[in-house]
């Protein structure tokens, strides 16, 4: 290129002919200047040395290998890092003394760090800890409620939330207070108009689970869930990650509703949530095509507190260190090699037993059988 420029060829025509830019022709121009082409260096290299002129020499940087393995081998207090060596250069009056940084980017040059990095393993599937979900054969619809948001000049206000974990079917029911009575006829309403799922997912809040205060007792809310076939599922309490969807539907609602407009009632707020919500459906229209199919609502199903309960109910718990969960007001022992590990405690109500099983992150496919307690549930006149 320089040589055609050289004999006349504009320097346009010479970027055209190589498919070069200008810019390119006219660097290694001045880089040639009016010196002979023999005598011109046109090797493609950064300026400055080779070397770096603050660089460790070779010497002193195998020197900080050798005090390393000492430090490792022969030392009582074996330890062996960048602060220990560097003390060890103080102890040996060793000048210029590297910094701590210089002497771990020393090391870590030379490949002799032992640290291994973290091993991230691929998250588990939706529902991983009941198999109906992680197969994608059954529906979950998973409820919480936002407390205590205050409307100026109003009253503190509740909002029951609800979304199921394939379709994305969501519902949003904001109240001046939520009761246990509030919460199922809520769900049903919901239920009546999407169809029955095969689960429905809780924390552990009493207007949910029902009172504690005597063992072996169930509220309303499960009883209605049993009553219908639909399984009611408690997650753990303090556990992240069984509640995701219900979580991240919450803090959508509060993002996208609560705190975009500023509301003078509780109804201004019902309204705005209602329209949100249907917003929502309509989008997620396509996803609930593709979720599994819903049970239509029973037409002449009603409500008998009194009646026992049948089907299954399942509680989600972390083991503590003698190997005991708890639910139902008391403790209930699973195994002593199985402490502090997740656990999912099927209670069957019809064959009066309680089947616990292991779970595990890692392997949510493995889920073996730990334990089968007998269980009969209390009866009583009056639920709360």
């Known amino acids: 290129m320089v040589s055609l420029v050289r004999h006349g060829t504009s ?60 430090l490792r081998v022969q030392t009582a207090l074996g330890e062996f890092g960048a602060a220990a060596i560097l003390r060890e250069l ?71 939330n609800g979304i199921s974990l394939f379709g994305g079917f969501p519902a949003s029911w904001p109240q001046d207070g939520i009761t246990a009575c509030s919460v199922m006829d809520n769900i049903l309403e919901h239920w009546r108009q999407c169809g029955l799922p095969d689960y429905a997912q809780f924390d552990n809040d009493t207007r949910f689970l029902g009172p504690q205060n005597h063992p072996d007792v169930i509220g309303r809310v499960p009883r209605m869930c049993l009553s219908l076939g639909v399984i009611p599922v408690f997650a753990p309490p303090r556990e992240p990650g069984f509640q995701n969807s219900i979580e991240s539907f919450n803090g959508r609602w509060q993002a996208k509703v609560w705190r975009r407009f500023h509301f003078a009632s509780l109804r201004d707020l019902v309204l705005q949530s209602d329209l949100f919500i249907r917003a929502v459906r309509e989008i997620s229209t396509q996803r609930r095509e593709s979720a599994p199919l819903r049970r239509p609502f029973p037409e002449t199903w009603q409500l008998d507190l009194q009646l026992p309960p049948q089907g299954t109910m399942i509680f989600l718990r972390r083991t503590d260190d003698q190997g005991d969960v708890r639910f139902f007001g008391r403790a209930f022992p699973v195994s002593s090699q199985w402490p502090h590990r ?39 006149s009056k639920f709360l």
Request: positive net charge; aromatic residues 8%; contains cysteine.
């Open 342 to 380: 997740l656990v999912r405690a099927e209670v069957h109500f019809g064959e009066h037993c309680i089947r616990f099983f292991a779970l595990r992150r890692r392997t949510p496919q493995e889920q073996p059988l730990l334990r089968q307690t007998p269980f009969r549930l209390k009866t009583r």
């Open 90 to 160: 103080r102890a040996m009056h060793v000048s210029p003394i590297p910094s701590l940084r210089t002497i771990g980017r020393i090391l870590e040059r030379r490949g002799v760090l032992d640290g291994r990095q973290r091993i991230r393993f691929h998250p588990p599937p939706a529902g991983w800890y009941l198999p109906a979900l992680a197969s994608k054969a059954a529906e979950l619809d998973s409820f919480d409620v936002v407390e205590d948001l205050a409307i100026q000049n109003g009253p503190l206000v509740d909002v029951l």
């Open 11 to 70: 320097m346009r025509e010479v970027a055209r002919r190589y498919s070069v830019s200008l810019r390119t022709v006219q660097f290694w121009c001045r880089r040639a200047g009016n010196r002979r082409l023999d005598r011109v260096d046109f090797s493609d290299r950064p300026p400055g040395t080779s070397h770096p002129a603050n660089r460790c020499d070779r010497s002193l940087e195998d020197a900080i290998l050798k005090i390393r393995t000492h």
